[in-house]
């Protein structure tokens, strides 16, 4: 059974940073998109960061670039997401999720589409403070 599983939320003031982790298991994590989704209250659930882990090249959706940076370790089947000077807007639950098709690029590409995944985390809250 395909599990990913995200650690790493919390509470943080505006400028802060924090790093979220998602370690994937059962899963064929070669060559496939991995994305980081989030979600606030009463808003859709956005995409602001993908790498394929194929190649290492990553995505951002603008208003996290420069501020969020994704990367891996393939050793450990895990993804990254590090945020530096946070803003209360960021604030939201994280999911991280694998794409279903493996060697589909174009999953990387924002924005982000749900469909694209069929494999998600239970997800972490980040709390950003003013």
């Known amino acids: 059974q395909v599990q990913l599983v995200e650690s790493g939320g919390g509470s943080v003031q505006a400028g802060g940073s924090l790093r979220l982790s998602c370690a994937a298991s059962?899963?064929?994590?070669?060559?496939?998109?991995m994305g980081w989704f989030r979600q606030a209250p009463g808003k859709e659930r956005e995409g602001v960061a993908s790498i394929y882990t194929g190649s290492s090249s990553t995505f951002y959706v603008d208003s996290v670039k420069g501020r969020f940076t994704i990367s891996q370790d393939n050793t450990k089947n895990t993804v990254y997401l590090q945020m530096n000077s946070l803003k209360p807007e960021d604030t939201a639950m994280y999911y991280c999720a694998g794409a279903s098709d493996a060697h589909f690029v174009p999953a990387c590409l924002h924005p982000l589409s749900r469909a694209d995944f069929g494999y998600w985390g239970q997800g972490t809250q980040v709390t950003v403070s003013s």
């Open positions: 059962d899963y064929t994590y070669s060559s496939r998109c």
